[in-house]
């Protein structure tokens, strides 16, 4: 499609079967039929750029099925992980009676952050990171390994539930563990609640939990910091290698241009950071040019 946009053969491109025409490809597809259109340089490279672009193996489709709210609306993620989640969903909503949605997903690779809790690499800008939405009443007990802490996540299981399963968890109270927002389950009520253990389902389907922040028990310290709402799914790949399934060589040097530009730490502590997240090092010599 590269050759034929630089030899401005229409026909060539319009005609191949095995592209998606969808969404994108749509406003693409119009663009590249008008008649009698005299294209620049500048166009053909465009044009070159929006070939490269639908043959990208994944792109972003919605997150939720049902969003309870207009944010919900807009999550986005990975088709590369999309059928894990709606696998997810589906296997939580059949033992909970509830739906789990996805919050936060995605975030512009363009953007640094200094939001606490946050991280300018961080995997939502692959597309293949879920923040679980925190409207539904979940139970959060701390699961601590090493000097790191995570957290595990359970939501009640349907009051007629009766096959068997190994999600399946009642706590008791000679347990020794560590419960966080277990108002919603006050007194005796969190010991008589059967459970569901939310953290095995993702993780039988390759998502991970990431460890909660330095500091994140200190008195008055933000929510944020806990991150008990994030799972990704890496598959293995670097975090380089997971931009390159949803975005153009180009379009990654531009953003990351954009993005190390306001890093803390100057050059050489940003050159050190795109090393360690897999980028070669003729990608980070075109992103410092």
């Given at each position: 499609l590269y050759t034929h946009a630089e030899n401005k053969d229409w026909e060539q491109i319009t005609n191949r079967k095995n592209i998606r025409w969808n969404d994108p490809?749509?406003?693409?597809?119009?663009?590249?039929?008008?008649?009698?259109?005299?294209?620049?340089?500048?166009?053909?490279e465009t044009i070159a750029e929006k070939c490269d672009k639908l043959l990208l193996p994944?792109?972003?489709?919605?997150?939720?099925?049902?969003?309870?709210?207009?944010?919900?609306?807009?999550?986005?993620?990975s088709d590369a992980v999309i059928k894990d989640?709606?696998?997810?969903?589906?296997?939580?909503?059949?033992?909970?009676?509830?739906?789990?949605?996805?919050?936060d997903t995605k975030r512009e690779l363009a953007n640094p952050t200094k939001k606490v809790g946050a991280d300018s690499f961080s995997w939502h800008k692959t597309g293949r990171a879920i923040d679980l939405a925190r409207d539904l009443k979940w139970l959060i007990v701390e699961a601590p390994s090493g000097e790191n802490m995570f957290f595990k996540l359970y939501l009640p299981a349907k009051s007629n539930l009766k096959e068997k399963s190994s999600y399946k968890k009642q706590f008791k109270e000679t347990d020794s563990v560590n419960f966080h927002k277990k108002g919603y389950y006050p007194g005796k009520k969190l010991y008589k609640t059967t459970f569901i253990d939310v953290t095995a389902i993702l993780e039988d389907n390759g998502f991970s939990r990431i460890k909660a922040h330095e500091g994140?028990?200190?008195?008055?310290?933000?929510?944020?910091?806990?991150?008990?709402?994030?799972?990704?799914?890496?598959d293995g790949l670097t975090w380089y290698d997971a931009l390159n399934q949803i975005y153009t060589e180009n379009e990654i040097v531009d953003k990351t241009k954009t993005l190390v530009d306001e890093y803390s730490g100057g050059e050489e502590k940003a050159k050190t950071r795109l090393k360690n997240e897999g980028f070669p090092e003729e990608v980070i010599e075109q992103i410092f040019k």
């Open positions: 490809a749509k406003k693409f597809k119009w663009e590249i039929t008008k008649k009698n259109k005299k294209i620049s340089e500048e166009t053909t994944n792109r972003l489709v919605k997150a939720n099925k049902n969003p309870r709210t207009n944010a919900q609306k807009k999550s986005e993620i989640w709606e696998a997810v969903v589906s296997k939580i909503k059949s033992l909970t009676g509830q739906e789990v949605n996805a919050g994140w028990d200190k008195k008055g310290a933000k929510e944020s910091k806990q991150e008990w709402w994030h799972y990704d799914k890496r």
